[in-house]
């Protein structure tokens, strides 16, 4: 779709024009990297990760924090699929002490769905999260135990909670009866090959590239050291190191679930989790508000989905991404699914920033190549039926003569004499059907999913914009079909707003 050497270009460009030298200040060491499918294109390293002399390179060892929670997840759909864990029984089945924690009312309905998504009501806890990473289990038990208050009502709306989404590593606990670190290793990392990555400092060797922490309070000017947080019952949410390498793995691991085409790793990916699960990862289960928009990037809706947040990009689409920050440390990963393009960024200091540069790099990859937000095959039945009512309006014939196309509602919802009158005024401004208006494939504009198509009629003095939309019976019918004028770029209707449809990419093989 996009060709190796031209994303590269671009990818080192964008990366380029974000890392100026106020935004490299705020860490001691950074990295950011542009991925296509599992593979590093550009990569811009900067600094040093230990203060020692030494440069930051790819292989430099960064602690990822939240983003941990994606590998919570996708081990939790793990057991899930082999019916170890039921995310929709009472979470009190696994974690036993979660009896003591009622709302104002007396209940509790809190599901493992509830605490994966966000949604269990606990309050946001980011800074006590972070300072209690390291605590012990009994020590958490204790706080369970001791009836956790509900900020909001259980189940019912989004509250980012790190007590919350670590109680389901103690179900993995209770129904594996192994540490969750060592499951979320045996499920997840050791099979994807994701070597550098583990669950806490002391595990890798002396001679690894790891990034120190650091703490700044005059934006870049001093930077103080910030030993490690421990890893304890709440490590699970946050305690994870890795390289760019292999979060580039990971997050193709999991994008490449939305690919209609086979990957070279897909079987294996199947083995560890199946695609219909990962996508499960990337769909949104509790809205976010959107709250301030960020500069230049309209969003029509965020949501959690299960230790990923997903944005739907009016330009881009489907974005998948998670931050990560504890004091020392600010990373980021996020990726399109319609092209595998993504970005990762690392610092080793909380004052980064990663999520905005990542953001900001990936929007300007993504403009800089005119990514579409989807890819849309459709029904062999939406296009011979668009076809078919194509061929009537260049005959000049009534939409009736295509009935057994139809459902019963379409002659009825507009009556055939509106219709003609309607078309006829269009044709009025726009002028006669042009006899060399073109194959019919060239000439389709989008499709807002694989029941619907848009195409335009090229007239003397403009053009028409014509859309169908079909149901989805064993035999697809139309249920819908418009006609209107075009505005000035003859792809939609006048006065329409953007779309992300605008920019689905239509396949046609």
């Known amino acids: 779709m996009i060709g190796e050497a031209a994303l ?25 990297a542009v991925t296509d499918r599992g593979r590093v294109v550009a990569m811009s390293a900067h600094g040093r990760p230990r203060l020692d002399g030494r440069p930051t390179t790819e292989k430099t060892i960064f602690r990822i924090a939240s983003m941990s929670k994606s590998f919570l997840a996708a081990t939790a759909l ?58 012990s289990r009994d020590d958490m038990a204790a706080v369970l135990a001791a009836g956790p208050k509900f900020a909001t009502r259980p189940g019912a709306e989004y509250q980012y909670s790190n007590l919350g989404i670590s109680l389901l590593g103690r179900a993995i606990e209770s129904v594996t009866g192994r540490p969750v670190e060592d499951v979320v290793r045996e499920r997840m990392l050791d099979p994807l090959g994701l070597r550098d990555t583990r669950a806490s400092a002391d595990l890798y060797g002396d001679d690894a590239d790891l990034a120190a922490g650091f703490r700044t309070f005059d934006d870049g000017m001093t930077f103080a050291p910030e030993p490690f947080v421990g890893t304890g019952a709440l490590g699970c949410i946050g305690s994870l190191f890795s390289t760019v390498h292999d979060i580039a793995r990971w997050a193709h691991f999991l994008g490449s679930a939305f690919d209609d085409a086979p990957t070279d790793n897909a079987a294996a990916d199947v083995a560890v989790l199946s695609a219909a699960s990962r996508r499960e990862l990337q769909t949104a289960r509790t809205l976010i508000p959107i709250g301030s928009r960020p500069p230049g990037r309209e969003l029509d809706g965020i949501g959690y989905g299960y230790g990923l947040v997903v944005e739907h990009d009016r330009r881009f689409g489907r974005i998948v991404q998670h931050a990560g920050g504890l004091p020392g440390f600010s990373s980021h990963m996020r990726w399109q699914t319609a092209t595998g393009i993504g970005v990762i960024v690392f610092g080793n200091s909380d004052a980064f920033g990663a999520g905005a540069v990542a953001a900001d790099v990936l929007a300007d990859v993504l403009t800089r190549v005119n990514a579409p937000a989807a890819v849309v095959r459709p029904w062999p039945e939406t296009l011979a039926a668009a076809r078919r009512i194509d061929q009537l309006i260049a005959e000049g014939r009534p939409l009736s003569d295509a009935s057994g196309l139809l459902t019963d509602n379409v002659l009825r919802d507009v009556p055939e004499e509106v219709r003609e009158r309607r078309l006829a005024a269009a044709l009025a401004e726009v002028g006669d059907v042009r006899a060399d208006a073109g194959p019919f494939t060239e000439r ?3 499709a807002s999913d694989r029941s619907a198509l848009r195409w335009v009629v090229p007239c003397e003095r403009g053009a028409l914009v014509c859309e169908v939309h079909l149901v989805g019976l064993r035999e697809p019918l139309v249920q819908e079909f418009a006609i209107q004028v075009a505005d000035i770029s003859g792809r939609k209707p006048r006065e329409e707003s953007a779309r992300v449809t605008d920019h689905h990419l239509v396949a046609l093989d």
């Open 8 to 32: 590269a270009g671009h990818a080192r460009d964008a990366l380029a024009a974000r890392l100026d030298d106020a935004t490299l200040r705020r860490a001691p060491a950074s990295i950011a």
């Open 444 to 446: 389709i504009v989008a």
């Open 78 to 135: 793990a057991l899930r699929d082999e019916g170890q864990l039921d995310l929709h029984a009472p979470a009190t089945e696994y974690v036993p002490e979660l009896a003591s924690a009622r709302f104002d009312d007396g209940t509790v309905s809190l599901t493992l769905d509830a605490l994966l998504s966000n949604r269990s009501g606990f309050a946001e806890d980011n800074p006590w999260g972070d300072a209690h990473l390291g605590a």
